[in-house]
């Protein structure tokens, strides 16, 4: 009997021109919780995915309890498998009420035939899973699941995937897409979930490409919170500016949204500190605002290529970092993230060409104004240049 619940051996995925995963292995025993971490690519879905035989492998095996199942049907997998999805939409039959989607987990991997509905006791035992949620599903169980919340749907996944006690549970970032007291929620229901019972001796182990909330054995400096030392390295370049020393801030994110990293910022803008920032999607900082923000520039660039990075230049200290984490609760609070100070010297030199590339004058991109419009710059007339094909020139491309 293997020492695995489930075991992959050498597993390789490709997709048309990418190789999604090659030789990789896993072995997860008996209640163990895996964390699959890695930026957006690197292959955490595909590996969920695999494990439920969404698609077939190109190479390797994946044992269950020491049972083959490399090239088991998916629908045949499910009796073995709980799973929860990014989008609460997903896992649930949106037409059908609350204690039909029930039912159809409570059956799952059961002999189907010709028998009455749901019965008095399993409608029982339905409502008393539901109040456990706390969400007062338990007095709406004929409702359509269509009309449930986000975060309503999203529980209500979760308890369908452990109705049974499966022998994995599988939760694909299941807490991103959910507000944070929802998404502390979930956290605590798949823990209870999963935990022993009468019925199964061991707990259920789980594999997540998202947040878990464990504490991590890793010396104390490592394991400080990302959000707490960008704004210490913040505050220094404020403290440098009120002492009339060289200073500033360069960022490059996806989203900045976090209150107490922007709130860090306007106090830097305040004391002097010039402040740009490169963010692909949402920003909720104000820039260029009178007596809050006016030495903060924020810009957007799209192109050929998705803007991706995270980088954070502190000039007045110089430190230079780079990171999984954005500027966002979801990074913050609850998800593994690193960040890595960069301090070889050429590697220092080819992170501030790119920043220098991107904040260039002339680079086409979108600013965003006092008012919260984005404007495209440079104006109509001015002379332009593209910040990805100049980084592909640099880097030996030949482009045209």
């Not at 699941?145 to 995937?161: C, H, I, N, W, Y």
């Not at 050929?304 to 609760?329: C, K, N, P, Q, T």
Request: net charge neutral.
């Amino acid at each position: 009997m293997s020492e695995y619940v489930v075991e992959l051996k050498n597993i390789t995925k490709r997709f048309p021109g990418v190789v999604a995963l090659k030789n990789m292995s896993i072995g997860i025993r008996p209640g163990e919780i895996h964390g699959l971490i890695g930026e957006n690519g690197a292959g955490k879905s595909t590996t969920l995915n695999l494990i439920a035989g969404v698609f077939p492998v190109d190479a390797g095996t994946i044992n269950l309890n020491g049972y083959n199942l490399t090239h088991l049907p998916e629908h045949k997998r499910a009796k073995h498998l709980g799973r929860v999805f990014q989008d609460p939409m997903m896992g649930t039959a949106a037409t059908m009420g609350i204690e039909e989607n029930l039912a159809l987990a409570y059956r799952r991997g059961q002999k189907r035939g010709l028998h009455s509905g749901i019965t008095s006791e399993e409608r029982k035992l339905y409502r008393e899973k539901l109040a456990t949620l706390g969400l007062g599903l338990e007095d709406r169980m004929t409702s359509k699941v269509g009309l449930l919340s986000g975060g309503q749907r999203q529980a209500l996944t979760l308890l369908m995937a452990t109705l049974r006690k499966p022998d994995l549970l599988l939760l694909d970032e299941h807490t991103a897409a959910l507000e944070q007291k929802v998404a502390v929620l979930q956290q605590e229901l798949a823990q209870h979930a999963a935990s022993a019972d009468e019925e199964n001796k061991d707990d259920v182990p789980w594999v997540t490409g998202g947040s878990i909330n464990i504490e991590l054995r890793v010396p104390e400096e490592r394991a400080s919170a990302i959000r707490t030392g960008i704004v210490e390295r913040i505050e220094a370049e404020a403290e440098r500016a009120r002492n009339g020393l060289s200073c500033g801030i360069r960022m490059k994110c996806n989203s900045l949204v976090d209150e107490q990293i922007i709130d860090a910022l306007y106090r830097a803008s305040l004391a002097g500190v010039p402040v740009s920032v490169v963010v692909r999607g949402i920003c909720a900082l104000k820039a260029g605002v009178p007596g809050l923000s006016e030495n903060i520039e924020v810009r957007s660039i799209l192109g050929r290529f998705l803007e991706h990075s995270r980088v954070f230049h502190f000039v007045g200290i110089d430190e230079r970092w780079i990171g999984s984490a954005d500027m966002m609760h979801r990074n913050l609070d609850r998800r593994i993230e690193a960040q890595v100070r960069l301090t070889d010297p050429k590697l220092t030199e080819q992170l501030d060409e790119t920043m220098d590339s991107a904040l260039h004058p002339q680079t086409r991109c979108w600013v965003l104004n006092a008012k919260g419009d984005w404007e495209a710059s440079p104006r109509s007339g001015e002379q332009v240049r593209d910040h990805q094909t100049e980084m592909l020139r640099r880097h030996g491309a030949k482009v045209s």
